[in-house]
């Protein structure tokens, strides 16, 4: 364990305006979510909940492409080589840029079939009123792709508080515009689910524009210009794809699964729908700070690779699992026991609340694991240059038991609709200990950096 106090207030000065910026970003999600329900308890939510589902796919592709960036990015930081960063840079940028593009003209063109992966297009009602909310909102995902490239450079470089700031900024935004869309306050019409996807669009656009003028105008870290979006260099896409797309790919295929499991619950009914819904928003909340603090690990275990000091690193890896392993305990407890005052936000019908309320205790449970796994993998595997290690665990985990699992009971054994839940998390319950003993050993650290010559 480290006792130094520099360490711990290094990674609470990164994590922390990170969760916060989660938890604010959760707050749009569940406004969006909580006004629908009010304004169409019957359709709407259940309609939106599973756009939303793929809307997460793409965004967790974007974030997933300046993950692996940040790799990069931390250990260049930890060496002082500030001028290898810029070509990472533009080589995530580009990437993030052109694969929201192409969805955006995929989801304009033919919005229901995409939608029919995730809703059973015999629901008439809930896929026309999917569509109108999609064919919108898929308009954010540029602006997210821009200010995720963005943000994964800066966090590679220890600056974290713009993103606070740019949430706060996109926050009242999209509630305000929430408020006078949908309901048509201010003299302007009632707008349902499209007002909901325009607050969203215009928030995105927002929070874009507020990132962008901190990271040309005000950071030093790293001398960064527009034009850095747009340039990069052979070197730069030869090592992305070698250490840092695994991670990309990591996120993407665990993501799919998401996406894979939310088709297959989109074929169980609006009550399971819905109570998914509020159970995912809840275990959302539970591990914010979870995964700011892996990511804030990510940087951390970065730098010190970075810097060659891998006995520093050892130790930084033993101190951060010990913390997440306490974390876990105190977060299933407080998940259990706010479960029943969180759901009545929602003034769900008495069927969707207590479906709702079994899942989130079974959820609670499984969030013992997702915490410690987190933060191994999403933080010390990641930040030491052990990426292609996680995305091997999640290939299998998801596509080997999580998806098979979840099919034969929603389907063919006709399980009861906890225990399908329950299949599509079970991996959290044995992933913590395929992390505890990668750990054990020294073949997960890995530094990927260039010496600055090859940088040229």
């Not at 997460?56 to 930081?77: D, E, N, R």
């Not at 959302?284 to 995964?291: P, S």
């Not at 091997?392 to 999580?402: M, P």
Request: include cysteine.
């Amino acid at each position: 364990m480290i006792r130094e106090k520099r360490f711990y207030k290094t990674l609470f000065r990164l994590a922390l305006p990170s969760a916060f910026q989660s938890f604010l970003s959760l707050l749009v999600v569940m406004a969006d979510n909580i006004m629908i329900s009010r304004f169409d308890p019957d359709n709407a939510l259940a309609a939106v909940s599973q756009v939303n589902s793929v809307s997460t796919f793409v965004i967790a592709m974007l974030m997933g492409i300046g993950s692996g960036g940040i790799v990069l990015i931390s250990q260049y930081w930890g060496k002082r080589d500030t001028s290898a960063i810029k070509p990472i840079c533009g080589m995530v940028s580009l990437f993030s840029s052109f694969l929201a593009l192409l969805v955006i003209a995929l989801v304009l063109i033919i919005p229901r079939p995409v939608l029919s992966l995730v809703l059973d297009p015999k629901e008439t009602v809930l896929t026309d009123i999917a569509v109108r909310y999609f064919r919108i909102v898929c308009l954010s995902y540029l602006p997210t792709a821009i200010t995720g490239s963005l943000v994964s450079v800066l966090k590679g470089v220890e600056v974290v508080k713009m993103t606070l700031y740019a949430t706060v900024f996109s926050l009242v935004t999209n509630i305000s515009l929430n408020y006078i869309l949908i309901f048509g306050k201010l003299g302007l019409p009632s707008m349902g689910v499209e007002g909901a996807a325009i607050a969203t669009v215009c928030a995105r656009l927002v929070e874009m524009t507020v990132v962008m003028v901190y990271c040309f105008k005000v950071q030093k870290n790293v001398d960064l210009h527009i034009r850095d979006m747009v340039r990069t260099k052979a070197w730069a896409v030869r090592d992305y794809f070698r250490f840092g797309a695994p991670i990309a790919l990591g996120d993407t295929q665990w993501a799919l699964v998401g996406m894979l499991k939310a088709a297959m619950i989109g074929y169980l009914g609006k009550t399971m729908i819905s109570a998914i819904n509020i159970t995912d928003t809840m275990c959302n909340l539970a591990t914010m700070f979870t995964f700011a603090m892996a990511d804030a690990a990510c940087v951390v275990i970065g730098k010190s690779v970075g810097a060659g000091d891998y006995r520093r690193t050892r130790q930084e890896s033993n101190t951060i699992q010990v913390l997440f392993a306490l974390f876990g305990f105190v977060m299933c407890a407080v998940v259990f026991v706010l479960r029943k005052p969180f759901i009545s936000l929602y003034g769900a019908a008495d069927d969707i609340a207590s479906l709702a309320s079994t899942l989130v205790a079974i959820a609670a449970v499984t969030l013992l694991g997702t915490t410690y796994h987190a933060a191994c993998f999403r933080g010390i595997n990641r930040g030491s240059g052990d990426g292609n290690f996680v995305v091997i665990v999640d290939l299998i985990c998801g596509w080997g038991i999580v998806l098979p699992l979840t099919f034969l009971c929603a389907f063919v054994f006709k399980a009861p609709l906890p225990v399908i839940f329950l299949c599509t998390r079970i991996d959290q319950c044995f992933k913590w200990l395929i992390a505890f003993l990668r750990l054990k050993g020294n073949r997960w650290i890995r530094n990927v950096t260039r010496e600055r010559t090859e940088n040229a």
